[in-house]
């Protein structure tokens, strides 16, 4: 916890060493910001997070172009046989 | 996993609040017409305020803000007239519109009452409930969906839930639940409880899917040894926005409805209509009205029927679900998707526009999509619907199971050619 770069939150995350706080931490410092289609800032929109083992997704919706889709953040590209 | 900030704006719903500025752009159920026979007024509370709902003499409803703008009595003990209601304090007179009329202490020469107007609705009644708007003018049709039209026998399970309607919303956009819930945990509680748990919610999920349409989500899914070309995929059924669910199955048509009264309270109704092909039912004044159990006197939850099971998951869950230490799967993309729908219609709101399923044109019924043939379970669907739901607290419960048995005989005989 207590990493910098937090953006601002108006709420207190869940204190160091509970379970959900290191989730929470990541949730604020990697949903995506600006729209993936026409860069408008993403904070009147929607940033869903879901998970697929490791990899995590975020629903987003901009409300400035109405653009829908998954971000997908991942730190290693890898292809599972069922996707081959 | 949201941001507490994000599950603020879409959990409050009270005046201000964006979620509380889209909700005020709908009409909901809020009493029923019974409520009246006895005194003309009651106190209603809804999206965080408190309400005085009256009827007059003459039958016609209206909604004021309960508390008297003069010295802050309820209206709810005023003196109903033809043409509004009368604070039993001091005698301002309000009409529907919440213009005061009259300040019978002030002098007649006084303009003062010109300047008083109290927050004011519209209240209409319909398939036997009375429905309010409390939103802007100029105010929508009260949407006159199928089930609150159709001839058939009606029962109305009713209860007040400890929690934020949203998270009730979200469990109608959770197909998966139905397999584990209602499926899984059902059997196993009819193993360590010695009864018979229904076998047609233990089907596997194979696919789902959600569509966007003109009145919400429409939900679909294949179970396990079902097709694409079964009801339960090819017509599926609606969450429709922004808190109901259209369910049925068997000619068993039910909203269930989800009032949000505040932040952490909710109306929950089971509005269900029976109207079986080759059935006789005799018509009904007024539909059947009961309170369901769902907790007991020791504070446990009652789980051995359908939606008792769901009362656990939603009250379980707290007044308002902490969704920024929730942790999604793939499976809930209908969750995610609810999300940004109201969203987008909170967006709508603030641009000006009509928010997502505001009914402007006339209309006799609006028809919703809902599937017949429901989990591929035939007519059992019927009798373990109403024997392992809510229903089986409706006092008319034998009548029901009688009414679609005697229907489904007579269903058999003509296709037998008898």
Redesign the interface.
């Known amino acids: 916890m207590a990493e910098t770069g937090l953006p601002a ?3 207190r ?2 204190p160091p060493g509970e ?2 706080a290191p ?2 931490e990541r ?2 410092l990697d ?1 995506p910001r600006f729209c993936p289609m026409c860069g408008a800032a993403l904070e ?9 083992g490791a990899q995590r ?1 975020f ?1 987003t ?1 901009c ?1 400035a172009c ?1 653009w ?1 889709g998954d971000v997908v953040r991942y730190d290693r590209v890898a292809i599972s046989e069922q996707h081959r | ?6 599950n ?1 704006e879409l959990t409050r719903v009270g005046p201000g609040r964006p979620m509380g500025d889209l909700l005020r752009r709908y009409w909901y159920p809020i009493a029923f017409e019974q409520d009246f026979d006895a005194t003309p007024s009651k106190t209603v509370r809804l999206l965080g305020e408190d309400w005085t709902l009256y009827k007059t003499p003459s039958g016609r409803y209206g909604i004021i803000a309960e508390h008297c703008p003069h010295r802050r009595a309820s209206l709810t003990y005023g003196v109903v007239h033809p043409d509004g209601i009368r604070c039993g304090y001091h005698g301002w007179k309000f009409g529907f519109d919440g213009q005061c009329l009259e300040q019978p202490a002030e002098t007649e020469s006084s303009n003062f009452r010109d300047r008083v107007r109290a927050k004011a609705g519209r209240a209409e009644p319909l398939g036997g409930m009375v429905w309010v708007y409390v939103g802007p003018e100029p105010a929508p049709l009260l949407p006159r969906f199928d089930v609150y039209v159709l001839d058939g026998v009606r029962d109305i399970g009713y209860t007040t839930l400890p929690c934020n309607w949203l998270q009730i919303m979200e469990n109608a956009v959770d197909p998966h639940h139905v397999e584990w819930l209602h499926g899984y945990y059902f059997e196993f509680l009819g193993q360590i409880g010695g009864f018979e748990a229904p076998k047609s919610f233990q089907k596997k999920h194979v696919k789902v899917a959600f569509d966007e349409f003109e009145f919400g989500i429409i939900k679909r899914r294949v179970l396990e040894g079902h097709s694409d070309e079964d009801d339960d995929w090819k017509i599926g059924h609606p969450l429709v926005f922004p808190y109901c669910m259209r369910v049925g199955g068997m000619w068993v048509d039910q909203m269930q409805i989800r009032v949000p009264i505040d932040d952490t309270h909710t109306w929950k109704l089971f509005y269900t209509l029976h109207h079986p092909e080759a059935g006789t039912w005799e018509r009904q004044d007024r539909p059947v009205v009961y309170e369901f159990p769902w907790r007991r006197d020791d504070g446990t939850l009652i789980t051995d029927y359908v939606e008792g099971q769901d009362i656990m998951a939603w009250v379980s869950q707290g007044p308002i679900v902490d969704r ?2 929730e ?4 499976s ?2 209908g ?3 609810l ?2 729908l109201f ?2 219609n909170m ?1 709508l709101v603030r641009d000006g526009g009509d928010p997502l399923g505001t009914v402007r044109t006339p209309h006799e019924i609006i028809e919703l999509p809902c599937e017949r043939d429901k989990f591929g379970a035939g007519t059992a669907f019927t009798d373990q619907w109403i024997k392992g739901g809510s229903m089986r607290y409706a006092p008319i419960r034998d009548e029901l199971l009688a009414l679609h048995r005697d229907a489904a005989q007579a269903r058999a005989r003509a296709a037998a050619g008898g």
């Open positions: 939150d108006p709420h995350l869940p379970w959900f989730d929470a949730h604020l949903r009147r929109g929607m940033v869903c997070e879901s998970w697929s997704n629903m919706w409300a109405s829908m | 996993m949201l941001t507490v900030e994000q603020e920024s230490t942790h999604l799967g793939r809930d993309a969750v995610a998707l999300r940004k969203k987008e967006q």
